[in-house]
């Protein structure tokens, strides 16, 4: 069964800093490009960043680029998003997704398999 996780969601106060973990499992992750996505309450879902299967190569939406990073241990079947730098604005629930396709995936169509969802909060 296909599976993914996501945990280390919480609430942080701005300027503050949290580490998003996606484990799959069912699946072999270096195969998929891995996406992350957020949504905010009456928004529309947001592609915030994907890390390719192929080559590593990484994709950031403009409002996070430079505070976020993705990395992928494929030993552990696991993603993870380092945040830091947090605004209020980037309060959601944040949805990782996995996409066969080859490069990065940045339309939330474009994933064949999605996690549950983990919330973010900044505030203060």
């Known amino acids: 069964q296909v599976q993914l996780v996501e945990s280390g969601g919480g609430l942080v106060q701005p300027g503050g800093s949290l580490r998003l973990s996606c484990a799959a499992s069912?699946?072999?992750?270096?195969?998929?490009?891995i996406g992350w996505f957020r949504q905010a309450p009456g928004k529309e879902r947001e592609g915030v960043s994907c890390?390719?299967?192929?080559?590593?190569?990484?994709y950031y939406a403009d409002s996070v680029k430079g505070r976020f990073t993705i990395s992928r241990d494929n030993a552990k079947n696991t993603v993870y998003l380092q945040m830091s730098s947090l605004k209020p604005e980037d309060t959601a629930v944040y949805y990782c997704a996995a996409s066969a396709k080859k490069g990065i995936a940045t339309m939330a169509y474009e994933y064949d398999y999605w996690g549950q969802g983990t919330q973010v909060t900044v505030s203060s």
């Open positions: 890390i390719s299967s192929s080559d590593g190569s990484t």
């Open positions: 069912g699946f072999t992750l270096p195969y998929y490009a």
